[in-house]
């Protein structure tokens, strides 16, 4: 692919790092810039052609970053400003892009816009923040509930009115009616873009706009997703709103002014395919947005055919998916859909590299990474600590493990790290690499077969033919995906060819004459002989 494409991110393969957990310079147990600065070669090796920064901006840390008290300055346990420049070019260097998180949903309850938002109901930044009078009882203004569980509401005893928070009550939301606070993020886009990043993931971008006039949402009912039945409540008002679509065209004007332009992906966690293309606009509003169906998927042939295929039908004509099996806030996929089965994890990221579109990996995704079992006593996530047992966010956050000795190579021997190790004799990136058959060598082979193959990065998808069992699929006229993700063994009939890369990887070179069988948790990439007739 041209490094220079103003298309790079439709075709290349993403990678998202979380940069506390990914490695640690220092030896403060906590990863930092200087870290992916010096990991750099790793993801150059891999063959990744961008990266996702989780926040780097100041913070209390009362939910990792995602309560930010500074847009423009550099949390200092995670680096400088110079460190954000230096990685930029060091990136660059190695044809890699970097995206940065942006929160434009909310604040840390510490910034200093709304310490004087709070401060009077006449100060000038009031109405930078979402304020409401209680009801005649005193209770909170409306029904909506937080994502992070109870009211959205907190009292501010000192000027008798309450605030919005969608988060923690250290998370207060944004007004976005307020033109000040939108030509003040037109800033924070140009101070950022100027400086060299290639474009933003926008944290909940869906959720921006609230309902000026703050009416209740209405209950769940058993028709909708599962994950709006936990709830109890459809983020109607508090979410989702129409006019949040003006936000992203204008975000979308800022990024296109730039030479190469810059790129908007969206968290756009919405249940529906329809309301997620939507945030596509008519080109004009994000490049990419998450798709959180696949996500919340089960692993099985039906399911995710039908998400995949619902997706391709109806995207706008000149937008463009993408994929992802996991993030900083979703178990990693190879305990969540694979339920730790090695063979389904390689499925998994089969999948994930072929589909037609864009595909983010998660850091650790090429290892096959399972989530880390993390004790109550050492708990991080402010979401973990409220649910724990049922529901934490520490599992899939815990630190890279690049060698099996001690501190996994993440930090120096001795270091307690900050969140703790998972089995690093059984998973690491020293290890795997002198591994031909490892997860990391086929992740790696992969990445290289759809980098080579033009039709593995924009062939057109059409269904083949399969037993139960067996999702397969073209790609363009000679390439053949098949996956058995079921538990018996199937087969699929591809015609005659040549399989290039098996997840069992004794099968790379096998000639297919007619039907590919596959058993349980088995992958194969064909190149057949000819197009079929």
């Known amino acids: 692919m041209p490094d220079d494409s103003d298309q790079w991110w439709k075709e290349g393969v993403l990678y998202q790092i979380y940069p506390r957990s990914f490695a640690d310079s220092d030896g403060d147990g906590v990863g930092d810039l200087r870290g992916v600065i010096d990991r750099l070669d790793h993801l150059a090796w891999l063959g990744v052609d961008g990266i996702w920064l989780n926040p780097l901006t100041t913070s209390p840390d009362a939910d990792w970053g995602y309560d930010v008290s500074d847009y423009t300055a550099v949390q200092p346990v995670l680096g400088t400003l110079a460190d954000v420049d230096e990685l930029i070019a060091a990136a660059g260097e190695r044809k890699i892009k970097v995206l940065l ?22 100060n000038p930044k009031r109405d930078w923040y979402v304020w409401a009078d209680p009801k005649p009882d005193g209770s909170p203004p409306n029904n909506w509930q937080s994502s992070f569980g109870g009211s959205t509401w907190t009292l501010d005893e000192a000027t008798g009115q309450y605030y919005l928070h969608n988060f923690l009550a250290e998370q207060p939301d944004l007004n ?14 140009r101070f950022w873009f100027d400086r060299g990043v290639a474009g933003f993931r926008i944290d909940v971008v869906h959720m921006v706009v609230k309902d000026a006039l703050l009416r209740d949402n209405p209950p769940a009912t058993d028709d909708d997703h599962w994950m709006v039945q936990l709830t109890g409540q459809r983020q109607v008002y508090n979410g989702n709103r129409p006019e949040v679509h003006d936000v992203i065209r204008r975000w979308r004007a800022v990024a296109d002014s730039y030479d190469p332009p810059r790129i908007l992906v969206g968290e756009t966690h919405v249940f529906d395919t329809d309301a997620m293309l939507s945030f596509y606009g008519a080109g004009d509003e994000l490049n990419l947005a998450f798709n959180f169906l696949l996500l919340h998927a089960r692993f099985e042939a039906d399911a995710l055919r039908k998400i995949v295929e619902t997706t391709l039908a109806a995207i706008p004509g000149d937008s463009w998916p993408v994929w992802t099996g996991g993030n900083h806030d979703m178990y990693r996929f190879p305990s969540r859909w694979a339920d730790g089965d090695p063979a389904k994890t390689r499925c998994a990221l089969m999948m994930l590299l072929t589909l037609p579109g864009s595909v983010f990996l998660y850091y650790g995704d090429e290892l096959g990474m399972p989530d880390t079992e993390v004790a109550k006593d050492r708990l991080e996530d402010p979401v973990g600590k409220r649910l724990y047992p ?36 059984a998973c690491n990136v020293q290890d795997q690499r002198r591994d031909p058959d490892s997860v990391l060598s086929l992740c790696r082979d992969l990445i290289a077969l759809r980098a080579a193959v033009p039709d593995l990065r924009a062939g057109r998808y059409t269904l083949q033919a399969a037993d139960g069992g067996v999702w397969a699929w073209r790609r363009g006229d000679r390439i053949v995906v098949a996956l058995n993700v079921g538990d018996a063994p199937a087969g699929v009939e591809v015609g005659h060819g040549m399989v290039r890369i098996s997840t069992r990887r004794d099968r790379d070179g096998e000639r297919v004459a007619g039907s590919l ?17």
Do not use: C, Q
Not at 176 to 189: A, H, P, S, Y
């Open 517 to 533: 069988k596959l058993e349980p948790g088995e992958g194969a990439i064909v190149w057949l002989d000819e197009p079929p007739s």
């Open 390 to 425: 049922v529901y934490g966010r520490d599992p899939e956050r815990t630190p890279m493990p690049w060698s099996p000795g001690p501190g996994g190579g993440f930090t120096a021997p001795g270091v307690e790290p900050w969140l703790p190790l998972g089995n690093i004799a």
């Open 101 to 122: 998180d942006l929160v434009p949903n909310h604040t840390s309850i510490e910034h200093p816009w709304f310490v004087e938002s709070r401060s009077s109901r006449a």
């Open 176 to 189: 976005w009616w307020n033109e000040e606070v939108r030509d003040e993020f037109d800033r924070i886009l």
